[in-house]
């Protein structure tokens, strides 16, 4: 017997990948029609010289446009990094731990975590606040902040997408500049850089595809690395050199830029936190209603962008993953630190994406009672 499949256009299934995920379609459509030639420069963009006229413009437009659509302050410059998300794990404390030799983080997941581990290479590091013992199900509140004084920098991540939960406000850290790891949920909403010492996100969840990350720096922040601190992890070079000190990643640039043209369309940060809230709703109204599936996370810390579930039983969840496969639902399976499900519903994930899979899972209730 055949499935039913729920294809979108283009034989394109729902693809719930936590990253690199879903691009929005008329981003790829658009790149596909300029692959082979670039506006007339007889060839593509992965084949242009970084220092060309043609790719400076992809460049700059690119800079100008994220700056705008983040409303990104004068005082922070925004650098494009190789080595995604994990690099900036050892370049935030190279960079900026010598002001005190101290670091506060909050370890409200894996790659807080992560972050940590990396830090304690190079400084004097406090937990500001822990969540571990409860599984990371919940985001601390101020008042559990524990940030010292003399802290050089205090360190949160803003969605954890692994666990489901995403950081309802922005810490009062009583002047410690705040760096914050918003690889998940970067661009869902407005944000108010403004506040942060440092903003970061690996691009490949709502911005481009994998191989780079957004650093939106306060400039005053810079020039104070380690010595021996690598020169392209080295913040004041890479803003001296534009993001140009060698070849940058030309072609995820290119696609970012391509998606910010997406989002422009979609009434920028506002239009796409309209729809995540829409569509993170249809998802943990069902959850709160059904009798098989619950939400891992607790309600105040539940992310927009990666909704973990599970039914309490391991077998069943296997099942789940499975039969949602067969039916053109992709990548459901729960990270393998954590089990379960996990929906992760980015920008790019059309709303009719979320309302079949809510579908889905009430018909996969009613058989398995
Ligand atoms: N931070 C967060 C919040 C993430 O979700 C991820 C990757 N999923 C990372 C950091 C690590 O990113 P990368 O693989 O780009 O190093």
Sequence with gaps: MDMVVFFMANDRIYNFSAGPSMLPLPVLERAASEMTNY??????????????????????????????????????????????ATLQFAAIPMNLISATGKADYAVTGNFAKLAMKEAKK??????????????????????????????SYFYYCANNTIYG?????????????????????IMSKPVD?????????????????AGMAVVMIDRSLAGHE???????????????KD????????????????????VDSMGGVAGMEKLKIER???????????????????????????????????????KFVKESQAAGFSNLKGHRAVGGMRASIYNAMPIEGVVRLR??????????Q
């Design 226 to 240: 380690l010595p021996f601190t690598p020169t392209l992890m080295n913040y004041q070079t890479m803003i001296d």
């Design 39 to 84: 506006k007339g420069s007889g060839m593509s963009v992965m084949e242009m010289s970084h220092r060309s006229k043609v790719y400076q413009e992809i460049f700059d437009e690119t800079k100008a446009d994220l700056r705008r659509i983040l409303s990104v302050p004068d005082t922070h410059e925004i650098l494009f990094m190789q080595g995604g």
């Design 280 to 318: 993170a709703k249809i998802l943990y109204d069902y959850l709160e209603d059904s009798k098989l599936f619950k939400a891992a996370a607790e309600p105040e810390a539940r992310s927009d962008m990666n909704v973990t579930f599970r039914t309490g039983d391991e077998e069943l969840d296997a």
């Design 165 to 185: 939960t995403e950081w309802k406000y922005v810490p009062d850290t009583h002047g410690v500049p705040i760096v914050c790891d918003m690889s998940s949920d």
């Design 359 to 368: 579908d889905f899972m009430k018909d996969f209730e009613a058989h398995n």
């Design 243 to 262: 993001s140009m000190y060698n070849t940058p990643p030309c072609y995820t640039i290119y696609m970012l830029g391509l998606v910010l043209k997406w």
């Design 122 to 151: 190079y400084g004097d590091i406090h937990i500001a606040a822990s969540t571990e013992d409860c599984s990371h199900t919940r985001i601390p509140a101020q008042s559990e902040l524990d940030v010292r004084a003399d802290a």
């Design 193 to 209: 850089i403004s506040r942060y010492g440092i903003v970061y996100a690996g691009v490949q969840k709502n911005m481009a595809p």
